[in-house]
């Protein structure tokens, strides 16, 4: 299964692709399997992918990393993996936001692919994104207004570029500031299908309000071959294997 020009077209256009059917109930239920049966050692956070196999699956994934390769035009490298299990009545969002924020890298390679692993919608908290705004300039940001809607980080990270160059970060969950609220779409993603995204793309996610639909998303970020990644955490990229780039 590969991207028709058109998708790829509308993923340049748009700054974002919604594609259903990415993975079997199959392949979801084995990974939901293994998440409620958690290992001690499974504690790598971002980078979890390169020691459970089950995380490394869905980051590896031949069709998946197949298309991230057609959008990428070149060969996928691994920079980190989430899932988030949105608890339903309140489980919080990410504030809107570009992961350039979080996430500095050049060339500006990075992008995601956010897989629904449940039904998902607007009141179980599901993705939103602002179509068209990757052609924007990086967005201001302030800290997020509403603590109902998006939990409150504050971390220092460690940096290193290309020349050797070392230095801290501190940084904050934050909310891009300037944006007309109009401007969101709300997805609607069911489960199986996968929503792919730029690094410059505004998106994010409200709280969970259903009484009784857990959100679950998995998200694997990564980066053309060749690109540095500014934070030392999630530099050490993994390249895909046995992508086949179409
Ligand atoms: O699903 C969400 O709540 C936000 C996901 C996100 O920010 C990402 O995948 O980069």
């Not at 079997?24 to 504690?43: G, M, S």
């Not at 949105?86 to 995601?112: C, F, S």
């Not at 934050?174 to 996968?194: F, I």
Request: some cysteine; glycine content about 8%.
């Amino acid at each position: 299964m590969t991207l028709p020009p058109e998708q790829i077209a509308q993923y340049e256009r748009e700054g974002f692709l919604m594609v259903r059917g990415l993975l079997t109930d199959a392949e979801i239920e084995t990974f939901l399997a293994a998440e409620r049966d958690p290992k001690p050692q499974r504690t790598l956070g971002l980078r979890r992918y390169t020691a459970d196999p089950h995380w490394r699956y869905l980051a590896m994934h031949p069709k998946i990393s197949g298309m991230v390769a057609q959008l990428l035009n070149g060969h996928p490298r691994i920079v980190q993996t989430m899932y988030m299990n949105k608890q339903p009545d309140g489980g919080t969002g990410v504030a809107l936001h570009q992961d350039v924020h979080y996430i500095r890298n050049e060339p500006e390679t990075l992008m995601a692919c956010w897989l629904a692993l449940s039904d998902t919608d607007r009141d179980n908290g599901g993705l939103c994104v602002v179509p068209r705004s990757h052609k924007r300039p990086v967005y201001e940001t302030a800290l997020p207004k509403d603590s109902r809607e998006h939990a409150h980080w504050e971390k220092v990270y460690q940096m290193r570029g290309p020349d050797g160059q070392a230095w801290d970060e501190p940084m904050h969950s934050h909310e891009v500031q300037g944006l007309d609220l109009d401007e969101v779409v709300y997805l609607r993603v069911p489960k199986g299908g996968g929503v792919f995204f730029t690094d410059r793309t505004i998106h994010g996610s409200f709280a969970n309000r259903s009484g009784d639909r857990p959100r679950l998303a998995f998200a694997t970020h990564y980066v053309k071959d060749g690109t540095w990644v500014y934070r030392k955490d999630i530099q050490e990229t993994v390249l895909v294997e046995k992508c086949e780039r179409q």
